[in-house]
């Protein structure tokens, strides 16, 4: 588990670490963290409140953070190994426009980002994208909002449905969509566990998928990295008996692998830890390679296009990693 994940590779790091368990309800573990130092290291991410308090108390986070890149404003910062949620959909909407989102657009995004909903319809607006509904549909299976959303959709005649949900959800919204509004075309991000998660129904075959990530379809269409290969090897040898990881497995691994290294890496170079890792450009693992980026951020810099093939149930490469579109 995520745990004995951490645990191995940080205790192969180089450096002291002093491990923390996320407490199921503590109001005061933002400030156990800041007496134990700095830096922050975090798995897949951290809650958006505890992430807010450790920035303000001016710790620097790096974690594969489904919330992105935040760069220092006069407190701490978060340096994500992943592209942000916003960031991502905005990335998709300028690669889509004049071709993949064509004609009448509906957005579906989780209800654990509604507050991005409006700044990305906006977004696409700009870029001339005619966004005509926007459906907030919630993980909670028993909810109405993926039955609304479809039907919202069919009324306003959308073309194609840009998904920013967890895998289940869309699934729930292909299902749906199979009866209520037949022909829509999609175009998934990889926030959640997109793109990482393969148990798609056979009708969504010929979706497209604008993804920053590698994982699984990447090594099945170059072989793995070599970054990969000795984070994966070196997690192996140490279990006993050995076994097959999963897709979401792999990530866990990859991500502490990376995040550990980069810690290492940043250990006695000039200026803070912050400085060090934002002027380091990593051939990742998990993602497109990582460096700079050109609004001042940091994170994963390239993207690449999939599509979903229902007779291998997988994502396989339309287009390789590009450089993204400017704004």
């Given at each position: 588990?995520?745990?004995?994940?951490?645990?191995?590779?940080?205790?192969?790091?180089?450096?002291?670490?002093?491990?923390?368990?996320?407490?199921?309800?503590?109001?005061?573990?933002?400030?156990?963290?800041?007496?134990?130092?700095?830096?922050?290291?975090?798995?897949?991410?951290?809650?958006?409140?505890?992430?807010?308090?450790?920035?303000?108390?001016?710790?620097?986070?790096?974690?594969?953070?489904?919330?992105?890149?935040?760069?220092?404003?006069?407190?701490?910062?978060?340096?994500?190994?992943?592209?942000?949620?916003?960031?991502?959909?905005?990335?998709?909407?300028?690669?889509?426009?004049?071709?993949?989102?064509?004609?009448?657009?509906?957005?579906?995004?989780?209800?654990?980002?509604?507050?991005?909903?409006?700044?990305?319809?906006?977004?696409?607006?700009?870029?001339?994208?005619?966004?005509?509904?926007?459906?907030?549909?919630?993980?909670?299976?028993?909810?109405?909002?993926?039955?609304?959303?479809?039907?919202?959709?069919?009324?306003k005649g959308v073309e194609a449905a840009v998904l920013a949900t967890p895998v289940?959800?869309?699934?729930?919204?292909?299902?749906?969509?199979?009866?209520?509004?037949?022909?829509?075309?999609y175009v998934v991000s990889d926030a959640f566990d997109a793109v990482v998660n393969?148990?798609?129904?056979?009708?969504?075959?010929?979706?497209?998928?604008?993804?920053?990530?590698?994982?699984?379809?990447?090594?099945?269409?170059?072989?793995?990295?070599?970054?990969?290969?000795?984070?994966?090897?070196?997690?192996?040898?140490?279990?006993?008996?050995?076994?097959?990881?999963?897709?979401?497995?792999?990530?866990?691994?990859?991500?502490?692998?990376?995040?550990?290294?980069?810690?290492?890496?940043?250990?006695?170079?000039?200026?803070?830890?912050?400085?060090?890792?934002?002027?380091?450009?990593?051939?990742?693992?998990?993602?497109?390679?990582?460096?700079?980026?050109?609004?001042?951020?940091?994170?994963?810099?390239?993207?690449?296009?999939?599509?979903?093939?229902?007779?291998?149930?997988?994502?396989?490469?339309?287009?390789?990693?590009?450089?993204?579109?400017?704004?």
């Amino acid at each position: 588990d995520d745990t004995a994940v951490a645990k191995f590779f940080l205790g192969h790091a180089g450096f002291p670490v002093a491990t923390l368990t996320i407490p199921a309800a503590d109001t005061g573990f933002c400030n156990t963290v800041t007496t134990k130092g700095n830096v922050v290291l975090a798995g897949r991410g951290l809650d958006p409140v505890l992430r807010d308090c450790l920035v303000r108390a001016g710790e620097t986070i790096v974690a594969f953070d489904g919330l992105g890149d935040k760069p220092p404003a006069g407190g701490g910062q978060v340096l994500s190994t992943r592209r942000g949620l916003f960031d991502s959909l905005v990335d998709l909407g300028r690669w889509g426009s004049g071709g993949a989102l064509d004609g009448r657009v509906g957005l579906v995004i989780d209800d654990s980002a509604h507050d991005s909903a409006g700044g990305v319809a906006a977004a696409y607006q700009s870029l001339g994208i005619n966004v005509v509904a926007t459906a907030v549909v919630s993980s909670d299976p028993t909810s109405s909002s993926v039955t609304d959303g479809v039907r919202a959709f069919a009324g306003k005649g959308v073309e194609a449905a840009v998904l920013a949900t967890p895998v289940a959800v869309q699934d729930r919204w292909v299902a749906q969509a199979q009866a209520l509004a037949p022909g829509l075309r999609y175009v998934v991000s990889d926030a959640f566990d997109a793109v990482v998660n393969e148990t798609y129904p056979a009708t969504f075959d010929g979706a497209l998928a604008f993804t920053s990530q590698r994982v699984p379809w990447f090594a099945r269409a170059h072989g793995q990295t070599p970054e990969g290969t000795t984070c994966l090897q070196d997690w192996q040898a140490s279990v006993t008996p050995p076994a097959t990881l999963s897709n979401d497995e792999i990530v866990d691994v990859l991500a502490w692998c990376e995040q550990a290294g980069l810690a290492r890496a940043a250990q006695g170079a000039p200026g803070s830890f912050g400085q060090a890792v934002r002027g380091m450009a990593v051939a990742s693992p998990l993602t497109s390679d990582l460096g700079a980026l050109p609004n001042g951020g940091w994170g994963p810099r390239q993207d690449a296009v999939l599509t979903w093939h229902s007779s291998c149930a997988c994502w396989q490469e339309k287009q390789p990693f590009s450089d993204r579109r400017a704004s």
